[in-house]
Every structure is written in structure tokens, then in C-alpha cells.
């Protein structure tokens, strides 16, 4: 990825004071692109970039000419790293621009965001091989790992129309489940309701349908990344799967975080993208000098949870669990490119790419509860005595996720949090 | 499905002399929707219907005031019949309006088709109990008809960007294969390349997220149905499918027939949903009885092929296979839409459901050539002495679809054409 170093200088401050405190997600380093509205409004949503507690109206400022973010992300690399510094230039501290920006600012808090774009298509992939492994273990104990995980970047389409942005509730899907001792199955609200820790990575520019992306240029069509929660009812997944692929387990809801954060902001956080021993080498489609070297993305994520009880005595989300991407993914965001197109599929701007549950390789790595707990049967204890095997009504499940190395300013994702109703 | 009985007249003659010929596929008892534009125009694509060889510009009638698709379909049942009625009143012979609507027509040879419809979801079901086997057969002698079949109504998600419309070419896919006796996969065209003979069903009105749509109201969500061509690649499919099912084996292309043939054209050609004996008797939320009583509908469906030496000799398409919708689903088009929507799931207008494979009991009913030539073992032998096992580049595949009875005027879907193209 080249882009312009000034942007991420970590001497870099804004005159906007909160994107100058440590631990800030959006300081002038981050940049990261959401739809917003003044909330209780009716308007139309409208392009923002995140600066510290602040949103900027972006076309107001006159460096774009849309409301549609599916258009800004459409354009080459170089006019979006040319808008990120003209964005950078203007929020710097002492900008000509800061007196009339100034007035394009809203408070975070004052405003509505939605799901960052439109999403045409949306695929989720399967990159965690210790997810991958803990999960086949209770699906097919004794055949794990299938044979194609390390050679194929395991994907499947999911469902665009009920993603929702973080913040959003959704009733406790009901389904067909069987019982293994059940004769017949039964309709019902799932008893296994879960999350997945996922990160989701946004198409810019597209491809021609027949025109596959090879590994030098998949990063480039790549726009940027938000936090995913791919909830899953377990129940009805292990009835409805064979042979087509999970369908009503997953599609009634997604949540996404509303920020996207640049591959332009993540740049200074690459890290290399190693194989065990033992593991192949990717096919050469797969494959890159870029890519061994730098082909892989530090984030760290964590995931958290706060019950009605919780909520409702005041106390704050506990922590679950939590990875790094370098330790969860087996395959980095170009070979999801490469790989999703190798046979001409067409990719739009704004389509989503989830990451799969980032599962690490300890236990408390784990990106779900069907991991944590070992699909059910030993409980997670919480710190006021409640305990869950699976999610319960009125649970909040909050996802984080932030990029930090010495010599660089921490940038973060936000988060994305949302809420199971009881069944409708 | 309560509809005007007036439309389906058999009496009902047009003033557009073509409708009126026996065996055309668009007599006034049709009028199917379709978006077109003047052939080597660059002009936006408008809304249509089909009468005779004729297509008539809707909006320029004055009965619709929009140009998209998507906002037609999403109107309320009765809204539709009413616009229905006033296409069918205005086309009838010695119709007040034949002298205005008659400078309103464009012969449809002389335009350009699309996709009927922006898609934002494409769902692809399983609902020929005689695909699944045969095809359960070859990928997993042992199981063929997992236990879940009869039970659910087998769905996964597809890819909405490559969707093409009748005419359309495409390169043969590339992906990775491995050949049983391969110690590792590699990377090459399909060798394995074929189609799916699919009707394409297409939503209307939608739900909103967390709200099921029952049984009983589950066919007025359905705005009509298209034939849908899902080429597939059997031999990427046979190592990516497990355990999230087909990827990049399926979403390479679809090709749709341009127009959607209504569920109000469809009326007259109901049949009841019968279960054979020793099958399970649907849960209760895939059960109603007005779906006993008429919930499948009676569609004739063929498969033709042109190979390139045929094109290149002047020889007409061959029949490969055929069937009946009632000989091959299992599931009506009602019952999919209740499933869908069980867990909450929300449908948009626009959205599309394949019915997956319509294949029937026969051999010659099979609507794939992995089912007709068993897993390329048998090669079909066309008239002029070529062989094939699975398509070879040049290949033109043809689906056509009517629906015929007695008392009724027989109405047809058109067809669905495309071609292989060499891989890039």
C-alpha cells in the first residue's frame, strides 16, 4: 500500500483538541469514513470522517461533491490518498481551513450514524484455522479440519439486507431444530444463540465480471475494514447446514461497526504473513512477495458483554475474550481478493468481505461462545454470578478493535454493540 | 392468489395482432414485465411489457409514473391487479386507447434487455428431491438425501453482482480442483462446467427485519418468475463445498430471462401440493391449506443446446431434457417464503429465489448434465455425432418455460440463452 507518510507522522495534532488524547480511537491519524445524520432527524444520511469525539460533514467542506459513499469509495487509490491528505492537511493544527470547519463539526454523541454504505454482495470467509478446527471439532469430531482449509480460503455468501449498524437490537430468530434424540424436528426460538468476533472488509473499486484480481493489485481494490458481528443461532445451523452451507442460522441479523477505517490509516500496522512448518505454501494465485512480506494487518480485538442485569445494576461490560488478527487469520484480506475472483467474479464497490470468527490459538482467544464454552457445556461465570452457555434476552454483546505499535499513533475501530429481543 | 378472472378471458383478444397467434409465449393473458431500451441506445433502461412480439413503454402510457422496477414491485397486491387490469383493458381489441398505445410499442427485436429488476439478495434453494439425490449420489455415495431434506426447505445465499440477463456470455470459470488421485490442488479453467434448468421467483412487497410472513400470506410477497440458467462448476465444487457449501463454483454468472411473468398470469395454472405417501407432512409454519389445496403451479420447462459447430452449420438448438414443475419440486414457491422469513429474515423487493435444479423422477428430466451424462461417464450424443459430457466453449444452453392447460390460453416465460466462452 503506498500512501502518503505524512498522514500517519505521529507528531501529527489536530485542532481539534479530543483527537489529541491518548488512547483516542480517531485521532488525525485514523480518518476513518462513516453516514451520519444529526439524530432525531429525518435527513438523508451524509458522508462523515471521524476526528476525535467529532464528526466532519465532508462534502461540506468541499473536498467531495456526493452523498453517496459507494461513489467515493469507487475511486482509484491515488484520489482517495490525495482526499485523505487534503482531509489530514485541513484537521492539522493551524490549518487555513480550521476556522470554517470548525462549523462542519458534530459532537458523536449528537449524532445517528447507518451501516457505512450501500452493501451490494456480501460474502463471509472462514480465516481462522483455530475457529475453523474448535468448531468442526463439534460438528464432525472426528473429521475437524477438513482437507481444503489449508489450500482453500473457505468462503460462502451471506445475507446483505439484514446487516445493521452497531447500536441496533434484533429478535431471538426462531428455526427448525433437531434434537438428537428428538424423532422429528420442531419449530422454535433458537436456544443457541451466539455472536462472532469478525472483522469486515469493504470493496472500493470494483472488477469486470471475467477479470480476475491478481495478488499485486488485490490490496489496492480493497477501501477499508469495520468491526462485524456475524450472529449465529448454533441450533438451527446444525440442522438446516448439510449440504448447501448455513443460511437461516445467520441471515435474520449482522451488526456493523459505522466507522471505516482506511487502508491508508492501517498502513504503519502491516506484519508479515507467516506459514508453520508443516503448513503448504499458498497456490501461486494465492501468493505474493508483498504479500509473505507484509501481507498481513495487526488489529486487536476484544469482545465484551453486559447483561440486562448488568445494565440494569449500573455495572459496566466485562471482557470475554480477545486476539490479534496475526494470530487469528490463516489467510490475509488480498488472498480473500485474489481468491474471490480467481474464477471472474465480479466485485462491487461497497460489497463486504466478513473475516470469519478471529478466533486465537488459546482459549481465551476465542471469537464465540460456542468456542468459550465448549459448545454449551462449560459456562462462562460472570462477575456477578450470571452465567452463560449461550447469549440470553436482553444481552448486549459489544466488539472492539484498535492498531497499535511503538513509533505509531494507536488508531482504533470503535466498536460495534448490539442487543438480542426476545423472540417476536 | 385473488386475481381479476377478466385477464385470463380466453375470449380476450389484443389489437396487437401478434399476441393473438397460437403458441406465442406473450398473448394479452400474459403481459409479463421487463426493462428494456432501444437496441444500440445508450438511453436508461425503461419499464416494459411483453404482448405479442411488441414491447409496450409503460410509463408512457400514463398508468405508472416511475421508471424503476424495484418501486413497481414493491406496490400492494391490488395495486398490481388494478395496473393488470388497466394494461390488459388498454391492449384488448377495439380499446379506446389502441390508437395512442400503438406508437407506444417497439418490436422486441428491435431492443435491449437487462435483468428484470435490481437484485439485492439472491437466495438459491434445493427443491427437486430428485436433484438432490442424484447429485447426493455422486458427491457422497453413502448419504445421498441427508435427513434434513424433507424437513427443510434446503437454501444458501448467492452472489446478486454476477447475475446476467439472456444473451449474455462468459468466460469458463478457473479455480482450484483436485483430482482424487492429486496430492495437491492446482489451478486451471473448469473441466466440469454445466448448467442448472432453475426458475428464478421474485419478491414483491417485503417484510421488515424480525417480522415472519406466514403461510397464508406468503404467495402475495411473490411478484412473479423468470427462468434462471445457475452454471456451476463441478469439479470447484467437489473440493470448496465443505463445510459452508458452494463459492466460487456458482457465482462466476447466472443468466435470467428478461421478463417476469406475474403471479396474477400464473393464476390460472395452479395445481395441488401432494406429498407421496411415507413422506412427513410439513410443520406447521410450511403448511397451510390453501397450499394443500393449489400451492404448486403447473410450469413445463426444456433445455436446448447449440454447440459452435452446430451455430457455425445452421442447425437449430437440440432438446437435451425436460420436466414439470409439479414432477420436480418439493417445495412451493409459498413455502419458501415462510421459511425465509421464519427466523426474521427480511426480504426486499427486487430479491430473487432460485428454486434450485428442477429436475424430475426420469433420467430424461434432469435438469443438469452432471445428472443426464452420470457424472460425465455417459456423454450425451447429439444429432451430428458430437459427444458431451459437460459444456465445451461455444456452447449455447437454452431454457424455455410455459405453462398450458386446458380452458386457458397458454402462456410462456420466453427463454433464457447464454454461452461459454473460453476461459481468459
Same mark, same amino acid.
Given at each position: 500500500?503506498?500512501?502518503?507518510?505524512?498522514?500517519?507522522?505521529?507528531?501529527?495534532?489536530?485542532?481539534?483538541?479530543?483527537?489529541?488524547?491518548? $488512547?483516542?480511537?480517531?485521532? *488525525?491519524?485514523?480518518?476513518?469514513?462513516?453516514?451520519? !445524520? +444529526?439524530? &432525531?432527524?429525518?435527513? @438523508?444520511?451524509?458522508?462523515?470522517?471521524?476526528?476525535?469525539?467529532?464528526?466532519?460533514?465532508?462534502?461540506?467542506?468541499?473536498?467531495?461533491?456526493?452523498?453517496?459513499?459507494?461513489?467515493?469509495?469507487?475511486?482509484?487509490?491515488?484520489?482517495?490518498?490525495?482526499?485523505?491528505?487534503?482531509?489530514?492537511?485541513?484537521?492539522?493544527?493551524?490549518?487555513?481551513?480550521?476556522?470554517?470547519?470548525?462549523?462542519?463539526?458534530?459532537?458523536?454523541?449528537?449524532?445517528?450514524?447507518?451501516?457505512?454504505?450501500?452493501?451490494?454482495?456480501?460474502?463471509?470467509?472462514?480465516?481462522?484455522?483455530?475457529?475453523?478446527?474448535?468448531?468442526?471439532?463439534?460438528?464432525?469430531?472426528?473429521?475437524?479440519?477438513?482437507?481444503?482449509?489449508?489450500?482453500?480460503?473457505?468462503?460462502?455468501? $451471506?445475507?446483505?439486507?439484514? *446487516?445493521?449498524?452497531?447500536?441496533?437490537?434484533?429478535? !431471538? +430468530?426462531? &428455526?427448525?431444530?433437531? @434434537?438428537?434424540?428428538?424423532?422429528?424436528?420442531?419449530?422454535?426460538?433458537?436456544?443457541?444463540?451466539?455472536?462472532?468476533?469478525?472483522?469486515?472488509?469493504?470493496?472500493?473499486?470494483?472488477?469486470?465480471?471475467?477479470?480476475?484480481?491478481?495478488?499485486?493489485?488485490?490490496?489496492?481494490?480493497?477501501?477499508?475494514?469495520?468491526?462485524?458481528?456475524?450472529?449465529?443461532?448454533?441450533?438451527?445451523?446444525?440442522?438446516?447446514?448439510?449440504?448447501?452451507?448455513?443460511?437461516?442460522?445467520?441471515?435474520?441479523?449482522?451488526?456493523?461497526?459505522?466507522?471505516?477505517?482506511?487502508?491508508?490509516?492501517?498502513?504503519?500496522?502491516?506484519?508479515?504473513?507467516?506459514?508453520?512448518?508443516?503448513?503448504?505454501?499458498?497456490?501461486?494465485?494465492?501468493?505474493?512477495?508483498?504479500?509473505?512480506?507484509?501481507?498481513?494487518?495487526?488489529?486487536?480485538?476484544?469482545?465484551?458483554?453486559?447483561?440486562?442485569?448488568?445494565?440494569?445494576?449500573?455495572?459496566?461490560?466485562?471482557?470475554?475474550?480477545?486476539?490479534?488478527?496475526?494470530?487469528?487469520?490463516?489467510?490475509?484480506?488480498?488472498?480473500?481478493?485474489?481468491?474471490?475472483?480467481?474464477?471472474?467474479?465480479?466485485?462491487?464497490?461497497?460489497?463486504?468481505?466478513?473475516?470469519?470468527?478471529?478466533?486465537?490459538?488459546?482459549?481465551?482467544?476465542?471469537?464465540?461462545?460456542?468456542?468459550?464454552?465448549?459448545?454449551?457445556?462449560?459456562?462462562?461465570?460472570?462477575?456477578?454470578?450470571?452465567?452463560?452457555?449461550?447469549?440470553?434476552?436482553?444481552?448486549?454483546?459489544?466488539?472492539?478493535?484498535?492498531?497499535?505499535?511503538?513509533?505509531?499513533?494507536?488508531?482504533?475501530?470503535?466498536?460495534?454493540?448490539?442487543?438480542?429481543?426476545?423472540?417476536?
Amino acid at each position: 500500500m503506498t500512501t502518503s507518510n505524512a498522514t500517519h507522522d505521529p507528531q501529527l495534532r489536530s485542532w481539534v483538541a479530543s483527537a489529541n488524547q491518548a $488512547g483516542c480511537d480517531f485521532p *488525525i491519524q485514523n480518518l476513518p469514513f462513516g453516514r451520519f !445524520r +444529526p439524530a &432525531g432527524s429525518a435527513e @438523508a444520511f451524509r458522508i462523515g470522517v471521524a476526528i476525535g469525539d467529532q464528526v466532519l460533514d465532508l462534502k461540506a467542506t468541499g473536498l467531495i461533491h456526493t452523498d453517496d459513499m459507494n461513489v467515493l469509495m469507487a475511486k482509484a487509490p491515488a484520489e482517495r490518498q490525495a482526499l485523505r491528505a487534503a482531509i489530514s492537511a485541513g484537521l492539522t493544527e493551524g490549518s487555513a481551513e480550521a476556522g470554517e470547519w470548525a462549523k462542519l463539526l458534530l459532537a458523536q454523541s449528537a449524532v445517528e450514524m447507518t451501516v457505512p454504505c450501500r452493501i451490494g454482495d456480501y460474502t463471509d470467509f472462514y480465516t481462522s484455522v483455530h475457529h475453523a478446527t474448535t468448531i468442526g471439532k463439534q460438528f464432525r469430531p472426528d473429521n475437524p479440519l477438513l482437507p481444503n482449509y489449508k489450500w482453500v480460503p473457505i468462503g460462502y455468501h $451471506g445475507r446483505s439486507s439484514s *446487516i445493521g449498524v452497531s447500536g441496533s437490537s434484533f429478535k !431471538r +430468530p426462531r &428455526g427448525q431444530t433437531k @434434537a438428537p434424540d428428538a424423532e422429528v424436528p420442531s419449530l422454535g426460538p433458537s436456544k443457541r444463540l451466539d455472536y462472532e468476533l469478525e472483522l469486515g472488509w469493504f470493496i472500493g473499486q470494483g472488477n469486470a465480471q471475467g477479470d480476475a484480481i491478481d495478488m499485486d493489485r488485490a490490496e489496492s481494490h480493497l477501501f477499508g475494514v469495520a468491526l462485524f458481528n456475524d450472529w449465529s443461532a448454533r441450533d438451527i445451523q446444525g440442522w438446516e447446514y448439510q449440504p448447501l452451507g448455513p443460511f437461516l442460522s445467520k441471515n435474520f441479523a449482522s451488526t456493523l461497526s459505522p466507522w471505516m477505517v482506511t487502508m491508508e490509516a492501517l498502513a504503519p500496522f502491516r506484519a508479515p504473513f507467516e506459514r508453520a512448518s508443516g503448513d503448504p505454501q499458498p497456490l501461486p494465485y494465492l501468493d505474493s512477495s508483498a504479500n509473505r512480506a507484509q501481507g498481513a494487518l495487526s488489529i486487536t480485538l476484544e469482545v465484551l458483554l453486559q447483561t440486562a442485569k448488568m445494565r440494569e445494576a449500573g455495572e459496566a461490560p466485562v471482557r470475554l475474550s480477545g486476539t490479534n488478527t496475526t494470530r487469528a487469520a490463516y489467510w490475509t484480506p488480498a488472498q480473500l481478493v485474489a481468491h474471490h475472483t480467481v474464477n471472474g467474479c465480479n466485485l462491487q464497490p461497497g460489497d463486504l468481505l466478513g473475516s470469519g470468527t478471529l478466533s486465537g490459538p488459546n482459549a481465551d482467544e476465542a471469537g464465540s461462545l460456542m468456542e468459550l464454552t465448549g459448545n454449551g457445556k462449560q459456562p462462562v461465570v460472570l462477575p456477578n454470578g450470571e452465567r452463560r452457555s449461550f447469549l440470553e434476552d436482553g444481552d448486549t454483546l459489544i466488539l472492539r478493535g484498535w492498531c497499535e505499535r511503538e513509533g505509531a499513533v494507536r488508531i482504533g475501530l470503535g466498536e460495534v454493540s448490539g442487543t438480542v429481543e426476545a423472540a417476536g
